[in-house]
């Protein structure tokens, strides 16, 4: 066979191959939109579950996901804006500095039902805050600090370093550098990583499972200290644990988790290219 | 005065500073720790050997039988389906991606893939499980789709947005010049590719693969939904299968605080936090090679 | 004559790279002094060590003193000294903010909080920095929106606005045309009573257009300092004369 006709074999089976990533992909949105979109009324969105979960709206599993997702990266965004600070700013190329990126490497790659037994084990039980909003908060917390640490880290770094120089070279200390001169201006990409990690958690379903969701709450939370329902766990035990569960409702709740994920993810995109224009140096 | 209260806040927040860098230490040092205290607790009550090598996972009869054998090779049984799967299809992706693709094909295949990553895993869970599942059971006549294979299919979707993203990564790093030469001496772009591209691009592409792996043996909700989670030494691809993760997912609930099951949950999680520690280390080695 | 700067035998390295070989050097006080050479003869780093600047680069090695009236520089603290030693840089930096923000910038961290203070601050600043007329009616427009010749004033005029008793210039007109270079070459002259100034400038003409004294440095070692007019008529060593009537550099 000439080399000219194996590249186009070789080609078209490459092209083929791709496909097969790009279908199911498409079919997975193209089914929940056909059959969730019935779904998608006021009604369901913005009322309590009925009959056994069988019926009614997914009010409190939505507002126990935000309420979660929230409180996780209030918490976890200072401190790894903090440590990506650490890293990019104070850290020197030593022995630590080695240990500290192995971590977050390890971290990042620690299954996420692993944080779940750890945020059993720790928050809920040994620091006594039981199964509760800021316990399953916390466990995603740390879950979500490698990307935190990751994306903020990139985009300090570039950050010019002539805009330190010149701060530093008016006497202003370093810390204050940071903060006025190189924060500030590493803002937009802080933030869409931060939306991106908010995305990627608001799906978690592990971490949550023994630390914040609970199976059936008839109303909605009173405080961070209560067990909550979550979209993901919620779609889970209605998908398994149910039988007679209206499709319906199943795809509803499946519809309105992805869409969730989905309009954040493109909140980033948007906010990317809205940056990039704006910031040029 | 002023000026020394400006000083003691700045030597405060570096400090605090300070702590968060290393606190991503402290919290791999915890979890494992965490596991640990618990995992030994178990190991009081049950023998490490009868643990390991155990072949039933039978927690409630009596007495309970701890052996996770057939579950460790339930994950392992998967993960090597998905591998098997995975791998060609995402390398091979890859390539199309970053070689051969034009532009506009190129975007829309990588918003795909950015777009599969993004959708959670109880998602895909559930959508396997209402088409994947009963699909697999016509296509090979079985008695039930909740099997490994369905569930390696699965999975082995769900490490593509890894593998591919990465080894597109490692192969658009390779030096203009390589190729360059190649072209020069008269081979065409295809031969360019496997003979020249491939293997520059290998050490990135296995730290890809080893990190897509990573993923699938700690992925949990699809493949409880979607493995049939019968807790036994699988005798083919077709027979459901109990992967490590899904029995700490499914049993966790039900078992008493303190407990010998409690704890022997948290040991299967210690042998899981082993497993993908060096699966990430490994994974970490390849990639700082293709760094340098 | 006071002597504002002092350095006793320095000498730096990056990494094992001798950069600056056993210096001694004398800065007087409202002196313009010229520092002229070829290319990676040691100036910017020589005057990066003035404010300590090149402690940022962790390869950075030096050794022996460098005296500020008379006191180890070493033993300022690091604000301190960096506020007193003041540096323009070869490019204009303007930090994306508006005009005047970047001037008050660094008044404000040093603890001036007072608007009128403040705003006396930017007027004088740029009124030194022979800036003030052309843009006293936009001083809350982003500073990246002036030309290059007038945000390289302004970084001066931010420079300024921080009461610096010492400037050094690097290379502050490599980037600009002719008539900015002169409106900046003025605003340095101008300086001169009330500061004293270290000018590191690739251009041999645009040295003897404003400094007082001129150092001729070649692979960081100083060969010769003069007054611009000794240095230029009768130069000691032969090196010098030839950088300077351009046989090589």
């Known amino acids: 066979m000439s080399p000219r006709i194996t590249q186009k074999i070789a080609f078209s089976l490459l092209f083929l191959v791709s496909l097969v990533v790009f279908i199911p992909v498409l079919f997975i949105i193209g089914i929940l939109v056909s059959k969730g979109a019935a779904a998608l009324t006021w009604e369901f969105i913005f009322s309590m579950p009925k009959d056994g979960m069988r019926g009614g709206g997914i009010l409190p599993a939505i507002v126990g996901t935000l309420l979660i997702v929230l409180c996780s990266i209030s918490i976890a965004l200072p401190v790894g804006i903090l440590a990506a600070v650490y890293l990019n700013e104070y850290a020197k190329d030593n022995l630590l500095t080695r240990i500290i990126q192995l971590s977050i490497v390890n971290l990042a790659g620690v299954p996420s039902i692993i944080y779940g037994l750890f945020g059993l084990a720790f928050f809920v039980i040994m620091l006594n805050l039981g199964v509760s909003v800021i316990a399953g908060a916390l466990t995603l917390a740390i879950m979500e600090l490698p990307s935190i640490i990751t994306t903020t880290r990139n985009s300090l770094n570039n950050v010019p370093a002539s805009f330190r120089e010149v701060s530093l070279s008016l006497g202003v200390s370093r810390w204050q550098t940071i903060r006025r001169v190189v924060l500030p201006n590493a803002l937009p990409g802080i933030m869409t990583g931060a939306i991106l990690s908010i995305a990627r958690i608001a799906g978690e379903t592990a971490p949550i499972l023994f630390t914040a969701a609970a199976f059936y709450v008839p109303h909605l939370p009173h405080s961070l200290s209560e067990q909550v329902m979550a979209l993901p766990y919620h779609l889970y035990v209605i998908s398994t644990q149910i039988p007679n569960m209206p499709e319906k409702i199943t795809y509803g709740t499946a519809l309105i988790l992805v869409l969730l994920v989905l309009i954040l993810s493109f909140t980033v995109i948007i906010l990317r290219i809205f940056f990039r224009k704006r910031y040029k140096w | 005065m002023k000026k020394i209260f400006t000083f003691i806040k700045d030597f405060l927040i570096e400090r605090i500073i300070f702590l968060c860098g290393i606190l991503a230490i402290i919290f791999v040092f915890l979890i494992f720790l965490f596991l640990l205290n618990q995992g030994i607790s178990f190991f009081g009550a049950y023998s490490l050997w009868d643990f390991l090598g155990g072949k039933f996972w039978y927690p409630a009869s009596d007495p309970p039988q701890f052996g996770i054998l057939s579950l460790v090779i339930g994950s392992l049984f998967v993960t090597i389906q998905a591998a098997l799967i995975s791998i060609p299809l995402g390398v091979m992706t890859a390539l199309f991606i970053a070689e051969i693709a034009p532009p506009v094909i190129k975007d829309i295949l990588k918003s795909v893939v950015e777009l599969l990553a993004a959708i959670p895993s109880v998602v895909i869970g559930f959508i396997g499980m209402i088409t994947l599942v009963p699909l697999v059971r016509k296509l090979f006549n079985i008695p039930t789709g909740l099997s490994s294979f369905s569930g390696a299919l699965m999975l082995a979707f769900m490490a593509m947005p890894t593998i591919v993203s990465i080894s597109e990564d490692a192969i658009r790093s390779v030096p203009w010049s390589y190729k360059e030469g190649a072209i020069a001496l008269g081979a065409t772009r295809w031969q360019t590719m496997y003979r020249i591209i491939l293997p520059a691009s290998l050490p990135g592409i296995m730290g890809a693969v080893m990190l897509g792996m990573g993923r699938v043996i700690g992925e949990t909700m699809a493949v409880m939904m979607i493995t049939g989670n019968a807790a036994h030494i699988p005798s083919s691809v077709f027979d459901p299968v109990r992967t490590m993760t899904a029995t700490i997912a499914a049993e966790m609930g039900e078992t008493v605080k303190g407990s010998t099951h409690y704890h022997s949950l948290f040991a299967i999680g210690l042998v899981l936090f082993i497993i993908t520690f060096i699966i990430n280390f490994i994974a970490d080695t390849f990639m700082r090679k293709t760094r340098r | ?249």
């Open chain 3, 1 to 249: 004559m006071v002597v504002k700067i002092q350095v006793n035998n320095l000498n730096c390295w990056f990494k094992n790279t001798q950069v600056i070989k056993s210096l001694f050097l004398s800065i007087l006080e409202h002196e313009i002094l010229g520092i002229i050479g070829p290319a990676n003869s040691g100036k910017t780093t020589f005057l990066r060590c003035l404010n300590r600047l090149n402690d940022l680069n962790p390869h950075f090695k030096s050794k022996g003193e460098i005296l500020k009236d008379g006191r180890n520089i070493n033993t300022i603290k690091l604000e301190t000294l960096r506020q007193e030693i003041g540096m323009v840089f070869a490019m204009p930096i303007s930090l994306p903010m508006s005009i005047y923000d970047n001037i008050t910038y660094g008044a404000k961290q040093h603890g001036i909080k007072n608007k009128k203070e403040l705003s006396g601050i930017v007027e004088e600043s740029l009124v030194k920095a022979s800036l003030w007329d052309e843009v006293k009616g936009r001083l809350d427009q982003p500073a990246l929106q002036l030309s290059g010749g007038q945000q390289q004033r302004l970084c001066i005029a931010r420079t300024l606005a921080v009461q610096p008793e010492v400037i050094l210039f690097d290379e502050p007109c490599s980037g600009l045309d002719p008539i900015s270079t002169a409106k900046v070459e003025e605003t340095m002259i101008n300086l001169k009573d009330k500061y004293t100034i270290v000018l590191v400038t690739n251009n041999v003409k645009q040295a003897a257009r404003v400094s007082s004294r001129i150092a001729f440095f070649l692979m960081g070692e100083l060969v010769e300092i003069d007054t611009a007019n000794d240095i230029f008529v009768k130069p000691s060593d032969r090196r010098t004369e030839d950088y300077i009537t351009g046989r090589f550099g």
